[in-house]
């Protein structure tokens, strides 16, 4: 069975090239002032106030998704960053230290160097220890947000912590950038922020349609300015073009998988270096993988033009990845109906364990609660050293068996 590629694609690689030679080119005149920041946030701070703003989680996966990740990491290894952190981190690091970087296809010679670097740990602490390493490198300022984690309910106690901890940030964020905060920027940032991240919602819906019009595989990479451009109207632009070519394909009747029987949702980290891969493979076997925490993880209702601090911290604590087990399983189970979902595949991670939920019996609990089939396969986001080819090739053909064996392919659960 085919696989089919989105005519949006050409547009994307566009919009994608623009935003990098934006920054590049901001970085080398020093015509704006560089921040490197966490993915989910808070950029929408650095935007209004002029910054051009560089995601190393995006590197890293770029590294990732050509394969070059394993190239480096060992000499970050041997700066003493352990091979069981992320893998990202180490990546990035060891790039750093061999002089290279992917942007080079975009004609940056380097990463742009950031005048500060302003994390989030509601992900992980590994992004604040992967930044203090360049902090120390360039003797830049690292600041950011410590977050709550394994949050059961997020209260209004905890978003006012952590919005005094994104207020905190704005004066010395000014004296870097050299200009005042207004609040009419800062909306202005926070509703075309809204915008993109509503758009890339009504992307992502678009899959519950039978037969999904987008599979997981793609919508990997068309995430790309949901995760980087925030706040740029070209991210609008683009998704814009994008629900228009997803609709037209609910509309006309295209799968993005010819043929499709199943539906699963992948929870977990994507194998950057595989994301090919393992799209033919499902594919051949009349499989679409419709729906992710992954990629819903750049999806932030909360955000509010009228509320811009209280509805940034929100949004952050609101996150798959920030919450306990309780509300990340009720997520999931409303994620499978919404989807008609056949299956789950767990992805176990290595070196992303905040990213890993199979660890304390999640796949099990699910299983039993929803009565549906679920498998885990190792991996990891970019270190290839931990997957095998042939051993998920061999564990996702026996689970596709598990679920014609259940005789009632394409209908999901509840639906
Ligand atoms: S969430 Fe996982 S992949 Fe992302 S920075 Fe943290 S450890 Fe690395």
Known sequence: MKRRVLESTASLKETM?????????AAAAKSA????????????????????????????????????ANDYMTRAHARGYSQDICSYLTADIGAFLAGETPFSAFGLEEVPKPDVLVFNTNQCRDVRDWYEFYGRTWDVPVIGIESMHMIENVTDIQVDAIASQMEDLVPPLEEIAGTRLTSDNFSEIIA??????????SCMEMAAHKPSPVTFFDSTIHMGPVVTMRGIPAANEYYRLFLSELQKRVDDGVAAVEGERFRLYWEGMPIWGKLRELSELFAALSTTVVASTYCNSWIFDALDAADPFRSMARASLELFIVRSDTPKESYIERMVREFSVDGIVFHDSRTCPSNSNCRYGMPERLREQLDIPVITIEGDQIDLRCYSSEQTKTSLEGFIEQLEDRGRPGEGVGD
Request: charged share 20%; with cysteine.
């Open 17 to 25: 090239v623009g935003y990098y030679l934006e920054l590049g080119s």
């Open 192 to 201: 075309l922020s809204k915008e993109c991240v509503d758009l890339w919602k």
């Open 33 to 68: 002032p560089v921040a490197w920041c966490t993915s989910t946030g808070p950029v929408e701070i650095l935007r209004a106030l002029g910054y051009k703003v560089h995601f190393p989680e995006n590197h890293s996966s770029m590294l990732g998704a050509a394969r070059t």
